[in-house]
């Protein structure tokens, strides 16, 4: 029986770091570290539960049922799972996600040097997708070319850049806002959350698998067993990232106090550390995190739909990057502005999803649990998503009543009030146990 060696599979777990390490995981640790300030421990502990504890946890969840989304949504159907894969797919995909990993790397790591005009965007963007497209038309290579090649000069700038932010910092710690004052660990929480890295777990389930397979691994319990050490390894390089960049965020109050985001502190600070060849090293370090992550959405995209719609791989990758391109040509604080609210609503279909199916072995039938549940976390979710797109006055008004809902958060009460009925009515009924895998 075929196994990985020990460098294959740390090449893995690089190459999932490397899948799950954006440019927004790079900018929100150092814009809530300068918030958190003296509160960096809490706050940072937060951060961590959201960014990467879920992220983590969404990966053994489909490491369990086999990789696939379709097997984690069995319970709730063919059609509805299939409309919630493909919702995901597009949204992490083709939609936003992808062309944003363009658009800001070109904002945060290269606008600084060539100006920010469109003419330099779009040479920018013909450059960056057509170096995704060729990593992204052979998946079965993707372990070779982003865990051995391109993660390890990633994790080489990281490094740099992690261990001057903790060994030479810019000053003393900042006095934190009120908020962070007042509740750091929440607040910390609700910024891992904005990462939106759950989403990206579920598309990215497929890919681990798959480059797991392509190895020669055909034991499904190793596959299992490989993509959750896969998903620890990459769990505990971005622990090491978002703790670093905390505490560079957290000491640069003194340089960076105007800072409107984390590009803007990392920027400051690059240029009071390094002086001006510190701004090449930020523009290599944010372009190959952007890197990673594209080649694994558009890789993962062209799979699912590809296999969903009986298209070529090739053809799907290659209209989606270019469409992606299209997208990111219209700016990233045109980008942000639609696709918030679509996160916004999907993420807690994303959570309820993961936690329903890491517990489904509690349940006699899993469709009497899966099926309200996140029946009802989709209509708050929905409601979420609509006021936080500024449509206020289409959301009733007792909506805005709701525990939490001014942090886009009033589906939790709900979803949990629900959970406790439908597990009294699955017991009451009772049935032979079914499981996801």
């Not at 004052?181 to 891992?192: D, H, I, K, N, W």
């Amino acid at each position: 029986m075929t196994r990985l060696k020990g460098t294959n599979l740390v090449a893995l777990g690089f190459m999932t770091f490397a899948l799950f390490l954006g440019a927004g995981n790079i900018i929100f640790p150092p814009s809530a570290g300068m918030a958190a300030g003296d509160h960096l421990l809490p706050a940072a502990m937060g951060f961590l539960l959201t960014g990467v504890g879920l992220p983590l946890l969404t990966v053994v969840a489909l490491a369990r049922v086999g990789g696939g989304m379709d097997k984690l949504t069995a319970p709730i159907g063919k059609v509805a799972g299939a409309i919630l894969a493909v919702a995901v797919y597009l949204a992490i995909g083709p939609l936003f996600a992808t062309p944003r990993t363009a658009v800001a790397s070109f904002e945060i790591g290269v606008a600084p040097i060539t100006g920010n005009s469109s003419m330099a965007l779009l040479l920018y963007t013909l450059g960056y997708f057509a170096i995704v497209l060729f990593l992204s038309l052979n998946p079965g290579q993707l372990v070779d070319r982003v865990g051995k090649l391109i993660t390890p000069v990633l994790l080489a700038g990281l490094l740099i850049l992690g261990l001057a932010g903790v060994f030479a910092p810019a000053g003393e710690f900042s006095t934190s806002t009120d908020a962070y004052r007042e509740a750091p660990l929440v607040q910390g929480f609700l910024q891992g959350y904005l990462t939106m890295d759950a989403l990206g777990a579920l598309v990215f389930g497929i890919v681990i698998t798959t480059a797991i397979r392509d190895q020669g691994i055909t034991d499904n319990g190793l596959v299992t067993r490989y993509s959750i050490i896969a998903g620890i390894i990459a769990a505990i390089g971005l622990s090491l990232v978002y703790v670093s960049l905390f505490y560079l965020g957290a000491t640069s109050g003194n340089i960076a106090g105007d800072a409107q985001n984390g590009g803007q502190i990392l920027a400051a600070y690059v240029q009071h550390t390094f002086g001006k060849g510190g701004s090449l090293l930020l523009a290599v370090v944010i372009m190959l995190a952007c890197l990673t992550t594209a080649v694994g959405l558009l890789s993962a995209c062209g799979e699912f739909f590809s296999a969903m719609f009986g298209l070529s791989y090739r053809k799907v990758v290659i209209a989606f990057g270019l469409f992606s391109m299209a997208v990111a040509n219209q700016g990233l604080t045109h980008l942000i502005s639609v696709s918030v609210p679509v996160l916004v609503g999907l993420y807690p279909l994303a959570i309820v999803l993961v936690a329903l199916s890491l517990a489904d072995r509690l349940w006699l039938k899993p469709s009497r649990v899966f099926i309200p549940v996140m029946g009802l976390t989709f209509i708050f979710g929905l409601a979420d998503g609509i006021a936080a797109a500024g449509w206020e006055h289409l959301v009733p008004a007792w909506f805005s009543h709701l525990p939490l809902s001014s942090l886009s958060m009033g589906w939790l009460v709900p979803a949990l009030v629900a959970l406790l009925l439908a597990v009294i009515v699955d017991r009451a009924l009772g049935a032979p146990k079914a499981v996801l895998n």
